[in-house]
């Protein structure tokens, strides 16, 4: 197939990462001012390790494993064809005993990626309904989108952290050092606030992208609209603990757990609708060529 770059999704993982940078650049700046520096071990500890074992850790996450041909041959099998057709290395295929119908890719590079399926997925959606899914997951992989929110996603987590530290070692802002690490606080809610609507804006962007590029893999639009009206309806099923459970893994989702008016405006994922919208139209575009 020929692959046609999403230049829009490049210039948006561009402009989030030289952001983020910079928001993180003034950020230490604060810590040394204010003498926290005690923090900055800790969050390169973090960012080496997330770096390092993400896959691992999103795998952890949700309790999946990786599988076998053995074990999964037909999924193995779609996998291998997919890849082939998107000029992809295979992926490690990995699946999550879950009752939430759900699939990620993880991993910091093509070469390293994971593509991880739950068995409610796996029993919910047909077989080009599957592929569609895949096909969505492996276009990630193919944007390369999955390192960059990976890298958004842990400097994120690193400011929720340090405001939670700053809260449990501050003393209160008692002690001689209590204003710098007040001061710490505050410049770390901030880039938490301001990481966590960058990483939105890009993640809803990124799933338009790979709806597209997952389509052009298998060439059935349909498949994957179909998928996701499938998916969503049977969220509505999941007990609510599930979900729960699974909710800050939502930004990697093919289709985030839903929930109240106040996280559908902040939701990683734009609205199914718009989705199957947008992949009709493609359809009919292709259908015309």
């Known amino acids: 197939m020929k692959w046609k770059p999403d230049w829009g999704l490049r210039g948006r993982m561009v402009l989030t990462m030289f952001l983020l940078f910079a928001l993180y650049l003034v950020f230490v700046g604060v810590l040394f001012r204010t003498n926290s520096v005690v923090f900055l071990p800790l969050m390169g500890a973090f960012v080496l390790v997330q770096f390092l074992f993400s896959d691992r850790l999103a795998?952890?996450?949700m309790g999946a494993?990786?599988?076998s041909a053995e074990e999964y041959p037909e999924?193995?099998?779609t996998v291998s064809r997919l890849s082939q057709q998107a000029d992809l290395p295979k992926p490690t295929v990995a699946v999550a005993d879950?009752?939430?119908p759900n699939a990620?890719?993880?991993?910091?590079?093509?070469k390293s990626a994971t593509v991880c399926v739950t068995t409610e997925l796996l029993r919910t959606l047909d077989r080009d309904e599957l592929e569609g899914v895949l096909a969505h997951e492996l276009a990630h992989v193919k944007n390369r989108d999955v390192m960059v929110m990976t890298i958004a996603s842990f400097l994120s987590t690193v400011a929720f952290m340090i405001v939670r530290m700053g809260f449990w070692f501050g003393g209160g802002g008692r002690n001689r050092q209590g204003g710098g690490i007040i001061v710490a606080i505050v410049a770390s809610l901030v880039v938490w606030i301001v990481s966590f609507l960058l990483i939105r804006a890009l993640s809803r962007y990124r799933e338009f992208a790979a709806d597209r590029g997952g389509a052009l893999i298998t060439g059935q639009p349909s498949a994957l609209a179909s998928a996701l009206l499938t998916i969503d309806g049977r969220m509505d099923r999941v007990p609510k603990e599930d979900l729960r459970e699974q909710a800050e893994m939502n930004a990697f989702f093919i289709?985030?757990?839903k929930g109240n008016a106040i996280?559908?405006?902040f939701s990683t994922h734009p609205s199914t609708e718009k989705r199957v919208e947008k992949l009709r139209d493609l359809e009919r575009e292709m259908e015309t060529r």
């Open 255 to 257: 289709l985030p757990a």
């Open 65 to 67: 494993k990786e599988v």
């Open 59 to 61: 795998l952890y996450s």
């Open 98 to 100: 879950s009752r939430v």
């Open 104 to 110: 990620f890719a993880a991993g910091r590079s093509q």
């Open 263 to 265: 996280t559908k405006l």
């Open 75 to 77: 999924l193995h099998a």
